[in-house]
């Protein structure tokens, strides 16, 4: 098994519009999976997956680029766009999926081997767009089921429509709250990689717990009609550092 552990985050919807489509279009499915084949993920937090039919399809083409993955998706989310986690077979991935609060959103987390017999956790989430106190819920929620976790390494990452700059040049004080409270003990792993919104806003996370050396870095593919960009981590497995983890 390799020596690191490579995490990414991507919201694969498409450019928002209140009149079309904007989750993951069928059609995207094969762009989206030679983009993870390039990528190389261990493990791909995905937002925006429309339903099982669709993860298949993709879990199906990812075998084609990069070998066999496994995947869920929160297919008990109220919202029309769904949050899915694919893992690497060879490390023997579990899934769960989890509520984020008492607005109807799920959360999707993988279980799944590290190194030397280290299990770690990563969790897929989305949080509102809309709303700041239903995001401040979700993101409440998604912290304590991080700090819950007993994986020595865990991952909270996705499309949390909050940039923390942004917050704090427009005074968002809620916001600002928000985001404190998912860094109060998880690491903000991506800080310095850059936007992700179209290199407008850096709303897409990767959280850390457990690890010693981690770089981050904002892909430049995206989809053509897509508004995101992939946010990849590589968490170093020498032997020093799975120890510490």
């Not at 799920?106 to 590290?114: E, P």
């Not at 050396?213 to 960009?229: F, I, K, N």
Request: with cysteine; charged share 25%.
């Amino acid at each position: 098994m390799r020596r690191r552990l490579r995490v990414l985050t991507w919201n694969v919807g498409r450019l928002y519009s209140p009149r079309h489509n904007n989750r993951l279009d069928d059609a995207d499915v094969p762009a989206v999976a030679r983009i993870l084949g390039e990528l190389d993920p261990d493990v791909a937090l995905l937002q925006e997956i429309v339903d099982a039919q669709q993860l298949q399809a993709l879990i199906a083409r990812m075998a084609e680029e990069r070998g066999a993955f496994c995947g869920a998706f929160a297919q008990y989310c109220v919202y029309d766009r769904r949050v899915a986690v694919l893992v690497r077979a060879e490390r023997a991935p579990a899934f769960e999926e989890l509520s984020l609060g008492g607005t109807g959103r799920r959360a999707m987390l993988a279980s799944f081997d590290v190194a030397d017999g280290v299990r770690g956790a990563a969790i897929s989430a989305h949080l509102d767009v809309f709303s700041p106190r239903r995001r401040a819920d979700q993101a409440w929620a998604l912290a304590q089921l991080a700090e819950d976790r007993a994986e020595p390494l865990v991952v909270a990452g996705g499309d949390f429509n909050l940039d923390p700059r942004w917050a704090a040049g427009t005074n968002n004080a809620e916001d600002l709250r928000t985001f404190a409270r998912l860094t109060r003990q998880l690491v903000d792993a991506g800080h310095a990689a850059g936007a992700t919104l179209i290199g407008l806003l850096r709303v897409d996370h990767l959280l850390v717990r457990g690890a010693a050396r981690t770089v981050a870095r904002v892909s430049p593919r995206r989809l053509p009609l897509g508004d995101h960009h992939p946010l990849v981590l590589d968490v170093d497995l020498d032997p020093d550092v799975a120890s510490a983890v």
